[in-house]
C-alpha cells in the first residue's frame, strides 16, 4: 500500500488534461499542451475584458507553521475537491513550487496524501518552465545593466546605487553577496552584486500582479534598477528592457492547468514566497479561476500573518479580488508545538501544551475574520497520531472563543474527508457578507503603513527604523511612492522578527533593517530582523534523499 505522498502520486488516474479542461467549457484549441497532463490556458481564457468576480473566492491560510507541518496546500485540495463532490464547480488556484525548498528543507508544494495536484513530481520540478524564463528575464536586465555601464554609461548610472541582482531559483547562501566583472576590463566593471532566490525577485511579484499583458510590459518599464549620480532614478525602460523582458515571459505568463487526483481542475501559476515577497500565485490565474468555476479556492503562503495579510493589502488591493469566505487550517502538532513541544515529543499526548499553544490560533483567526474581515472557520488538519482527546480539546478551545472548528482528513480521505468542511465554507460564503478591510490607507506614509502592520497585525508595539532605512523610505516618498503599499519581509516561524521570542509574542519592537522600493510590482519591500532574500541549505539539505533509478521513477520527493 502506498505510504507516502509521492507513491500516492505515482499510482493516479491521471486524465489526458484536455478532458479536465473540457469539464470547464476549455477547448482543446485554447490549450497549449506540455504533454498529456499539464497545459498552459491561451490568452483568450484569461481574457480581462469582463472583469467582474464572477464567483466566489475562498481564501486558505494558516496558523504560525512548524517544522511539523500544517497542511494548508494539502488542505486547499481537498476543498477543492469536497465542493466538486458537493455539486459545486470548484476550481483550485496554486502557486508554482520553487526548487530551493523542494530540494532544501520543506519539501514540495503540491499538497499531500490524497489530496495532491498531478503531475507530482513535475509540477515541483521545472513544471513547464515558468521559473526559468522569471529568472532569465530577471538575468537579461541584470546583463543589460552592466553592459550599459560597461559601453560608456550614458544614463550616468553610480554603480553604488544598483539595487537589481541577480537571481537563482535555489538555495544558495554562497551567492548573496558577491563582486563581479573582475579579471580586467573586457571582463566587465567590478562591482558589489549579488543573488536572491527567482521567487523572491521584482519580476516574479510583477508577473503575479499585472492584469494583462499590456500592465506586464508597463511594470517591466517602470523597474527601478537604480540611481544616476544627480541622484535620479534609472528604469528598466530607461534601458529600453521592457519589451525583451515581456518576450521572454510570453508564455510564462499563461497559467499553467493540471488536476487533482480526483481529476478536478487546479491552476497552477506564479510562486512569490510569503515571507521575502508577497505570497500569493497570480492575479490573472486566480481570475480565471473564478471566471470558470463557481467556487476558486486559493492559498496566501505561510500564516495569516504573513500571505493573508499581503494578499490582502496588496494583490486585492491592485486587482480588486474579494475573497468571500477564509479556512484557517491548524493541526494538533504545531499547537503542541506553540505550547512549547519539541519535535521528537510530538506523538504523546500533551492536553497542557494545546491550552498553551491555542492562543497563536486564536491571533490568526482574529487577524482573518476582525482584521481583515473575511468570514472564516478553522480546519484541523488531523494526523495519525492525533488522540481524541486532543483533538476534542482543541474544538472545545476554539468553540469557547467563538470560533468554528471542523475537523479534515484530507491527507487520508481526500474530498471526502474534507466535505463537513467544505459545507461549513459554502455556508460562510452564501450566508455572510465579507467586507474586506485592508489595514492601512493609501495616503498613510510608508513609515505608518509599516507600523499598521506590526501593530494591528502583529501585535507588537512599535517599529524601529535603522538609519539606512529612515533615510530610503523618506527617498521613496520624495520620488512619489507614498501610495504604494509594504510587503514586510520577517521570519514566517513567529509573530515578531525575532524567532527567539516564540511564536506568539507580547509587546516587541519589530526592527526594521532596511528597505527596497520594487516600483514594477507596486509595492515597497521592508526587511525585518535576520530576514534573507537568498535562503540556505540546512544542514541535512532534502536533497540527499531524492533519487531516480534507472526506469526513471523518482523517489524522496516528498
Known sequence: MANTDIEIAQRANMLPIEEVANRLTIQSEQLELYGKYKAKLADDVIDPSNDDQDGKLILVSAITPTPAGEGKTTTTVGLGDALNQLGKKAVIALREPSLGPVFGMKGGAAGGGHSQAVPMEEINLHFTGDMHAIGAANNLLAALIDNHIYQGNELSIDPKTITWKRC???????????????????NGVPREDGFD????????????????????????????????????????????????????????????????LENNPVIIHGGPFANIAHGCNSVIATKAALKLGDYAVTEAGFGADLGAEKFVNIKCRQSGLRPSAGVLVATVRALKMHGGVKKEDLAEENLGAIEKGIANLKRHFNNMQEVYRIPTVVSINQFPTDTEEELALVQSLCEQAGIQAIRSTGWRDGGKGVINLAKAV??????????????????????????????????GSGIQLSKKAKT????????????????????QYSFSDDINLGSTPEAFTVQVRDVKLNSGSRFIVVVTGAILTMPGLPKKPAAENIDVDEKGVISGLF
Open 197 to 260: 532566490i527567482t521567487v523572491a525577485s521584482e519580476i516574479m511579484a510583477i508577473l503575479c500582479l499585472a492584469s494583462d499583458r499590456g500592465d506586464l510590459k508597463k511594470r517591466l518599464q517602470e523597474i527601478v534598477i537604480g540611481f544616476t549620480y544627480e541622484k535620479k532614478a534609472v528604469t528598466a525602460g530607461d534601458l529600453k528592457a521592457e519589451g525583451a523582458l515581456a518576450t521572454i515571459l510570453k508564455d510564462a505568463f499563461n497559467p499553467n492547468l493540471v488536476q487533482t
Open 426 to 459: 459554502v455556508n460562510l460564503s452564501e450566508e455572510q457578507e465579507s467586507t474586506v478591510t485592508f489595514t492601512y490607507n493609501d495616503d498613510e506614509s510608508l513609515e505608518e503603513k509599516v507600523k499598521a502592520v506590526v501593530t494591528t497585525v502583529y501585535r
Open 472 to 491: 530610503k523610505l523618506r527617498e521613496y516618498e520624495q520620488l512619489g511612492y507614498i501610495q504604494l503599499p509594504v510587503c514586510i519581509a520577517k521570519t
Open 168 to 186: 537563482l531559483d535555489m538555495n544558495d547562501r554562497q551567492l548573496r553577496n558577491i563582486v563581479s566583472g573582475l579579471q580586467g576590463s573586457t
